[in-house]
């Protein structure tokens, strides 16, 4: 497999293109084409110049190989990779904008039994430059431009666990949040992590203002640790300090996710505990109607169970919403279409 040019940002192709002996203004060109989502072959340089970018990197490094479209208007993407790897992703309009979840990885080793991502473990790490060409190709395909993009939010919960594969993830950030760039405001994304306490503190660290999302998914170790096995490696009073950490570093409130698992986590008892574990911290309550993998033996509840448990958190102070449930009958969950897809065609 060949570098992908995406990875590298605008002054480090200026140094690209001088070291091919081309003046500056290529390296413009160059960035405003790739940034439009064109191939290199595509993009508007002498014959030269693109023989010996093409010797050298990738033409495409992501396409869009399979579009499923959901009654209620959701896509969702199969991107093939050059390596002819698969990955997940999906557009979904709000009235407030359109937002773009993306994947960090291929596959997933985290291990949470409520996501199919990890069902075949971890693959390998994206690159940054193939995590911004998922966002690239979209932007593209909805006719959006660098001036009127079509792509206003993103949200870093395809399929991967995107503080594992920390440095491309946060070289990604610098890329897509750039002046010049695609240029989407580090405000409208957010970074959904199971709770990988060092890189949290890391991320509160470098200066990029994000929505933090954290799966919280129980309200005890013991429990959480029976979904999610990270949680056996880091407590939720080690992810509460990381939490607001960020929150003093960053002056952002942070979003716990929380899964409604029938018989798991959202009884009585599960309500009244996540009220005395949250309230009063400036956090958000985000619930997530469970996406079945069959897979797995897991069960969602009903949608008046699932406003019941969110009645009871906002009763008990907690800011809080019910996810509004998208995509479910395209294989919303991350890592379920890759799965049949791959069963489909052989590729397992």
């Known amino acids: 497999m060949k570098e992908i040019l995406q990875d590298y940002s605008f002054d480090e192709l200026v140094r690209l293109v001088e070291e091919y002996g081309e003046q500056t203004f290529r390296a413009t060109q160059l960035y405003r084409g790739l940034m439009q989502g064109k191939r290199i072959s595509d993009v508007n340089l002498s014959k030269t110049l693109k023989e010996k970018l093409l010797e050298r990197f990738e033409n495409e490094p992501v396409v869009i190989e399979r579009v499923f479209t959901g009654s209620d208007g959701t896509e969702k993407y199969l991107f093939r990779l050059a390596d002819g790897n698969l990955i997940e992703g999906v557009f979904m309009k709000y009235a407030y904008g359109n937002t773009q979840c993306v994947s960090t990885q291929v596959g997933c080793r985290m291990g949470?039994?409520?996501?199919?991502?990890?069902?075949?473990?971890?693959?390998?790490?994206l690159s940054s430059g193939e995590i911004l060409s998922q966002v690239l190709v979209?932007?593209?395909?909805?006719?959006?431009?660098?001036?009127?993009?079509?792509?206003?939010?993103?949200?870093?919960?395809?399929?991967?666990e995107p503080l594992d594969n920390y440095d491309n993830t946060v070289k990604f950030l610098r890329l897509v949040t750039a002046e010049g760039g695609i240029n989407v405001s580090a405000r409208n994304i957010s970074l959904s992590t199971c709770g990988l306490v060092p890189k949290m503190y890391e991320l509160a660290n470098e200066g990029i203002p994000l929505n933090l999302t954290v799966s919280l998914h129980n309200t005890n170790d013991e429990d959480r640790g029976r979904t999610m096995p990270i949680a056996r490696k880091y407590k939720i009073e080690e992810i509460l300090k990381a939490c607001a950490y960020y929150f003093e570093k960053t002056g952002r409130r942070y979003i716990f996710e929380y899964s409604l698992i029938k018989n798991e986590n959202c009884d009585k008892e599960h309500g009244d505990a996540l009220i005395k574990l949250l309230k009063g911290k400036p956090c958000h309550v985000n619930l997530i109607r469970l996406n079945e993998v069959k897979e797995r033996n897991l069960d969602t509840i009903t949608e008046k169970e699932a406003y019941r448990f969110l009645g009871q958190l906002q009763k008990g102070g907690l800011s809080a919403t019910l996810r509004r449930r998208i995509g479910n009958d395209i294989g919303g969950a991350c890592g379920q279409l890759r799965a049949s897809y791959r069963k489909e065609t052989g590729e397992e």
């Not at 949470?112 to 790490?125: E, I, K, P």
Request: glycine letters at 16%.
């Open 138 to 160: 979209v932007n593209a395909r909805h006719g959006g431009t660098l001036e009127k993009r079509q792509v206003t939010n993103l949200v870093l919960m395809g399929s991967g």
């Open 112 to 125: 949470c039994l409520f996501c199919a991502s990890t069902l075949g473990g971890l693959v390998r790490n």
